[in-house]
């Protein structure tokens, strides 16, 4: 089986580009439609291939995953979870791919995000100003604490989600800071590190498949789950409140943090190991090393080693 090719990662970037943004971050139903952007523009070869992969991890989750990977519009109540979504259950209602996999799919409480989502989608697009709009996001923030009871202890308690402050540099420089060692966690280094590892287990997958029917499945669900992670951080990366928010915390983009800033951080990234041990998170006392009780999680969800220095 060929592994996917990495066209959908340009993709979701010219996606993301292209809706309309506010200051703020992407919702549940705007991380989907990004999604399904992207996949629509995928190249045949690559659109095939990604099928394939959807195929066969469908059938590790029973019942659960859409026959297609992008659905389209599912109603009001949804019953399956496409590919598409997975962008939007990364991170805002998972910890990890082991997390988002084990726990967070085959869960009753998922379907609710997701008729939350296009109930959320509905109201915004009948909302006709800013005071029906933010309404209608408030209203569906209350909603996902309803179905998913750690929805805001996750959000509140995860930096993950940010840029860092671009001071000088072109792209290339940016990305080599965002995976540098001592690099505080962020979405792009997010991106780099979980896209890095699909691609591995991608290539695992195409040249050692497994025997049994039930481990090449677990397989492909395992590296789709890296790939619709590391997509929440890429798209992340377009979302204007994100990229305002790096600003706002660090003071300006040329300005550290203060000390003020730094012990707040510190609290939230404690809190924030409680629900999110999975996800990889860069150690600034131990620079070019992961932070200690994360590591031993991630080198389990991520298998393919290559986390401890990444080079570009």
Not at 135 to 162: P, V
Not at 250 to 255: F, M, S, T, V
Not at 283 to 309: E, K, N, S, T, V
Request: glycine letters at 8%; aromatic letters at 6%; one cysteine or more.
């Amino acid at each position: 089986m060929a592994p996917a090719t990495p066209g959908i990662a340009v993709a979701i970037a010219a996606a993301a580009a292209l809706l309309p943004a506010t200051g703020r971050a992407w919702i549940y139903p705007e991380h989907r439609d990004i999604a399904i952007s992207a996949i629509a523009k995928l190249s045949p070869a690559d659109r095939a291939a990604l099928d394939r992969l959807w195929a066969d991890a469908r059938s590790a989750i029973p019942g659960r995953l859409c026959e297609s990977l992008d659905a389209g519009d599912q109603g009001s109540r949804p019953g399956c979870i496409d590919f598409a979504a997975w962008p939007a259950l990364s991170g805002d209602h998972s910890c990890s791919p082991l997390h988002l996999t084990r726990d967070v799919l085959p869960s009753d409480w998922v379907l609710r995000v997701a008729a939350v989502g296009a109930g959320t989608k509905a109201a915004l697009k009948k909302a006709d100003g800013r005071v029906a709009t933010l309404n209608a996001i408030a209203s569906s923030n209350l909603a996902l604490q309803r179905a998913d009871a750690e929805y805001a202890t996750r959000a509140g308690a995860n930096n993950a989600h940010f840029l860092l402050p671009r001071v000088e540099g072109g792209g290339g420089e940016y990305v080599r800071a965002s995976v540098g060692a001592g690099a505080p966690l962020n979405a792009m280094g997010l991106y780099v590190q979980y896209h890095l590892a699909a691609l591995a287990a991608a290539a695992a997958l195409a040249s050692d498949p497994a025997a049994d029917e039930g481990a090449r499945a677990a397989q492909a669900l395992a590296m789709l789950a890296l790939e619709g992670y590391a997509l929440h951080w890429l798209e992340d990366a377009f979302s204007a409140g994100h990229v305002v928010g790096t600003r706002a915390r660090h003071g300006g983009l040329d300005r550290p943090p203060d000390h003020r800033l730094r012990r707040r951080e510190s609290q939230a990234g404690r809190s924030r190991a409680r629900f999110c041990r999975g996800v990889p998170q860069l150690d600034p006392a131990r620079p070019g090393a992961a932070a200690r009780r994360p590591a031993r999680r991630r080198r389990r969800i991520l298998r393919p080693r290559i986390f401890r220095h990444v080079r570009l």
